[in-house]
């Protein structure tokens, strides 16, 4: 079931870890572990309203892949390292990743108007290690013609072993592009009603921050807590649809890895 819940978490509030502490490292500016094996894991995600009148703030999540040297594979995404290794300071991958469907049913404010689908995105990664840091840039284009436009992310992670448990604070900013702003905020004039204006944005920024945590509990387990804020600029938040510019998630759960 698409809900909106996970939309919350997957755009405006996704976050990614750069580390190389214990079994925790990165690919495509994605927190892994346990390189070279499989994973398989789930739990629970709530966030704030994204859009005025949301009925659901918490849903269930499964997720489960490989994570390899070179290349991962889970749910939401595919990514390939074409470009430098992990002792090197630059390496440059591509990738596939999914953006949410959005069910209107889920939100008074959306009434009458059409689900937002699924869509993919082909994209670009430069990964850059400063010291303990590393600064990760993304471009991605949808190629599903859903949203028919590209976004753009610039992130800083600085992992921090704490004893066994790795621990990555991350800051950036994420780019939505004019036609993904309105596919997932606008309101054409068809759409307009007493209590629902319509509305046309241009490009919003997310400024984002944040942190995402593994603590192992033995060989093959790991508990996984992450948390983002996000504060979306006017263009993006002043829609009649949208809650509130102040956008958060957290998330809480376990991977079995084999």
Known sequence: MKTISLAISAILLSHAAMADTGNTYIRNGNVYTHEGHGVIGGGVITGSKMYKGQKHQTSAYLNGGYHGVDFNADLSSINYRFLGTNEDLFNMSVFV???????????????????????????????????????????Q???????????AD????????????????YAGVHYYSEKFVNYYA????????????AYKADGAFAYKVGYAMVIPVSEHVDITQSTGYSYITSDFADSPLIDTQNQWATSLGVNYTF
């Open 97 to 139: 990743v999914t953006n949410p469907g959005v069910d209107t049913d889920d939100a008074t404010v959306l009434k009458g108007m059409k689900d937002r689908d699924i869509s993919a995105d082909l994209g670009l990664n430069a990964d850059v290690h400063l010291g303990q840091g590393t600064l990760s840039g993304k471009f």
């Open 154 to 169: 610039l992130t800083y992670y600085h992992p921090i072993a704490l004893g066994s448990v790795d621990f990555v604070p």
């Open 186 to 197: 606008g309101v054409s004039a068809a759409d307009a009603t007493a209590d629902r204006a």
């Open 141 to 151: 284009q949808d190629v599903t013609g859903v949203y028919k436009s590209f976004q």
